[in-house]
T-cell receptor, first 113, second 110 residues
Framework: GESVGLHLPTLSVQEGDNSIINCAYS??????FIWYKQESGKGPQFIID?????DKRQGQRVTVLLNKTVKHLSLQIAATQPGDSAVYFC????????????FGTGTKLQVIP | NAGVTQTPKFRILKIGQSMTLQCTQD?????MYWYRQDPGMGLKLIYY???????DKGEVPNGYNVSRSTTEDFPLRLELAAPSQTSVYFC?????????FGSGTRLTVV
């Protein structure tokens, strides 16, 4: 089965509110976690990543939180905009090379104007 | 800077036909990847390459072949197409965990 999974397949958020997308993982050997955004009809786009020795990392309007105790990852998007509407994937890397990345099934974020 | 370019964007194949999906990157990346994405699903790794002349199987390699004669190009070959290969195919490249993806090839096998 999937090592990386998502709690909610669809998330609807009012424009201007903050969004939180959750992800669970099961492999304790994972040393890197990555978030991608995929807009309709396009390829995934890298958003942010975090190493397993960190518990928080911030980017532009996005924050990723990592809780290794419960094997949980979240992506927070501040002041959600219509352009944030997309499917968001979390992915994990098991140590051993860039090619060992496993993608989750994705969460669809719908922004309500 | 074009990034990762995939051709064709769409293709319909009949069962048993073969085709090559083209992928080119202009970022001089050593690492390149082929993924397939089925409806409502995540991405599954088909094949990857860590440099020219070096390829290896991913999670779902059956029914596919690849080659890597240059750093720029990483074509994916489908032999004897089957309905189970109906999917969207993405090529990606990267020198870190943040890959750059192409826009995909939507393939239907009928």
């Amino acid at each position: 089965g999937e090592s990386v999974g998502l709690h909610l397949p669809t998330l609807s958020v009012q424009e201007g509110d903050n969004s939180i997308i959750n992800c669970a993982y099961s492999n304790s050997a994972s040393d890197y976690f990555i978030w991608y955004k995929q807009e309709s009809g396009k390829g995934p786009q890298f958003i942010i990543d975090i190493r397993s020795n960190m518990d928080k990392r911030q980017g532009q309007r996005v924050t990723v939180l990592l809780n290794k105790t419960v094997k949980h990852l979240s992506l927070q998007i501040a002041a959600t905009q219509p352009g944030d509407s997309a499917v968001y994937f979390c992915a994990e890397n098991i140590s051993g090379g860039y090619q060992k990345v496993t993608f989750g099934t994705g969460t669809k974020l719908q922004v309500i104007p | 800077n074009a990034g990762v370019t995939q051709t064709p964007k769409f293709r319909i194949l009949k069962i048993g036909q073969s085709m090559t999906l083209q992928c080119t990157q202009d970022m001089n990346h050593n690492y390149m990847y082929w993924y397939r994405q089925d409806p409502g699903m995540g991405l599954k790794l088909i094949y990857y390459s860590v440099g020219a002349g070096i390829t290896d199987k991913g999670e779902v390699p059956n029914g596919y072949n690849v080659s890597r004669s240059t750093t720029e190009d990483f074509p994916l070959r489908l032999e004897l197409a089957a309905p189970s290969q109906t999917s969207v195919y993405f090529c990606a490249s990267g020198e870190s965990y943040g890959y750059t993806f192409g826009s995909g090839t939507r393939l239907t096998v009928v």
